[in-house]
């Protein structure tokens, strides 16, 4: 089943809202038709290619359900967009978005930014995050093969 173009660009226009309310710089991010995400700010520019199809083998086979299927492929966009924007970022040695208060990395869940620290909270609405709430961090070590 390919990704729906439309669905991953609306995440895309969101996550660039986000972008430019927490990290210094003009930031944008768009998918074009190739689905190619290209994002960066003046500094520079990153081309990532997205799988064009949902990997079915991600999510369990309740999620396709008649009941789950839409909320699945709203999360599998979102997914895809956050991590593609999220190791597009990692290659400047940036890790985003970040919670200020906990220092642990945020997750898109339901369309909410939600910390992956042991206290799990929502922060905001994906697209509504402030300067407050998150931030990015550089990476001081170079990347570490685990
Ligand atoms: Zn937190």
Redesign the pocket.
């Known amino acids: 089943m390919q990704r729906d173009i439309e669905r991953l660009r609306r995440m895309a226009q969101l996550v660039e809202d986000d972008l430019r309310a927490t990290m210094p710089g003009t930031w944008k991010c768009d998918l074009r038709s190739d689905y190619v995400l290209v994002i960066g700010s003046e500094q520079g520019v990153a081309e990532l290619a997205i799988a064009e199809d949902v990997d079915r083998d991600n999510w369990p086979e309740e999620a396709w359900t008649a009941e789950y299927h839409d909320f699945t492929i709203d999360e599998d966009a979102n997914e895809a967009i956050a991590e593609a924007v999220q190791d597009a970022l990692g290659t400047w040695g940036l890790r985003w978005p970040i919670?200020?208060?906990?220092s642990?990395p945020?997750s898109p869940c339901s369309g909410v930014w939600a910390?992956?620290?042991a206290?799990a909270?929502d922060?905001a609405d994906v697209g509504a995050l402030s300067p407050q709430q998150a931030t990015a961090t550089h990476e001081t070590a170079p990347l570490q093969a685990p």
């Open positions: 919670c200020r208060e906990h642990a945020l910390c992956s620290s206290i909270h922060l």
